[in-house]
């Protein structure tokens, strides 16, 4: 069963946060949009270069009434510490949670049992708390944050504007559809 379209199951955890520990719930993602972006490991390859994407793009996503939730297996306090050590991680903004014990990983079904990571998972979710968009890569296959924000930005129209739909590479500004008999084959 997909995630897409349920609500998020409840989590509390702590989270590395503009030079704090912060505790961060189900509770905190409703309310507004948010995604929950799921990465291996602190201290590796791949991961920090998402990240850094990710940090580069925050101001964009938070105009966008955004709010942005790394998550990995580690404990809070490895994220102060590579938040410290890393030039590159440094410039995170956003809460960066522990998941030392999986509960988060496997609530969004991506916990990897027999390396204790989670895959690469990336999940909009709505002001009600509903998954909306899931993207799940390997390990090897980074992400953009491009891309993420414009499936963000279809997903927020979308939202607001009912009986519309997004085309494949739907840009903010362009036409949108409104399914309907007459399209039915002539697209």
Known sequence: M????????S????AFHNGDFVSVSDEDLKGKWSVVFFYPADFTFVCPTELGDLADHYEQLQAMGVEVYAVSTDTHFTHKAWHDSSETIGKIKFPMIGDPTGAISRNFEVMIEEEGLALRGTFVINPEGVIKVVETNDLGIGRSARELIRKIQAAQYVAEHDGEVCPAAWQPGEETLAPSLDLVGKI
């Open 2 to 9: 997909s995630l897409v379209n349920q609500e998020i199951k």
């Open 11 to 14: 989590f509390s955890a702590t």
